[in-house]
């Protein structure tokens, strides 16, 4: 097995990124149906932003290892598993724990990269790749010539967002500061300037029917103007409350708020939907069937980014030791895409 520690980063409390520890500790040993990561790849999310002051929904309690997800070779595999998957490169969701050289997971919830791919750029597209597959084609069911607005279109989820959208044969229209603009129009996206625009005014005129599909995830007051942009028919996809990201007290209020106007909304006979979109939703009751969509939606996502459908956005790549100085950047709104850590 490589090397004969782990080195990971822990989460101690409400810290800033500089209070990040980094610890040695043995390497895993996997039990029965496990198999042992060596990580080559994983990322900084807004997850992470969230849990390091406490305001993530369900997070575990202080100390922990953070990390959603990663990429990395099968280094050892437990009893129960064939030895034909030690050596192959892999990707999971993981929600904690990534932030690690060495991470056991169940072999059940390890997907397959191509061999094509690289690690920081499959590792792109595992979280954000799977919130934007299922949020487009399993909650908004978008599909060619319907026209959507994606908020955020220059971040982590948002840039998968646009290219699916695109690869879908759909118009987007996406909000962005205006130094991200020529970036997202290379892309085919219709920018929208959301510091220096009325963005509801805005969509209007360039959507004047609506729009079939919003992808929020800034909550609060974006997404009742969300809610008002959507044309007969249309979905909205909520999938955060970035608009509370400084708040202090409780990070499950903003998600309750969220699920209660949702709810109000379906109720009412409007003719649109609405959805709070949960990565992790169906895995406690269903966990089969969570992992089977999972794996099959994470393998098209991988497909795409294969055949050039979807060009890894890597805002920077850093080592895991300087985790304080990558969370840093990805918390700083200034870059485009995922800031990954390396080993």
Known sequence: MRGDKCVEVVLPGKVEPEGLELRSVPVPVPSAGQVVVGMEATGVSFAEQQMRRGRYYDQPAFPFVPGYDLVGTVLAAGPGIGSELVGKRVAALTKTGGWASHVVLDAADVVGVPDGVGAAEAETAVVNGITAWQMLHRKAKVRSGATVLVHGANGGVGSVLVQLAIAAGA???????????????ALGVIPVDYRNENVPARVRELAPGGVDAVFDHIGGRSVHDSWGLLARGGTLVSYGSAATRDDEGSGSLPVFKLLGRVWLWNWLPNCRSAYFYNVWAGRAYAKDRFRARLRADLTQVFAALDRGDLTPRIAAEIPLARAAEAMR??????????VVLVP
């Open 171 to 185: 118009k987007v229209i996406g909000t962005a500061s205006a130094r991200h603009h020529e970036g997202l129009r």
């Open 329 to 338: 950047l990805a918390e700083s709104g200034t870059v485009a895409g995922k």
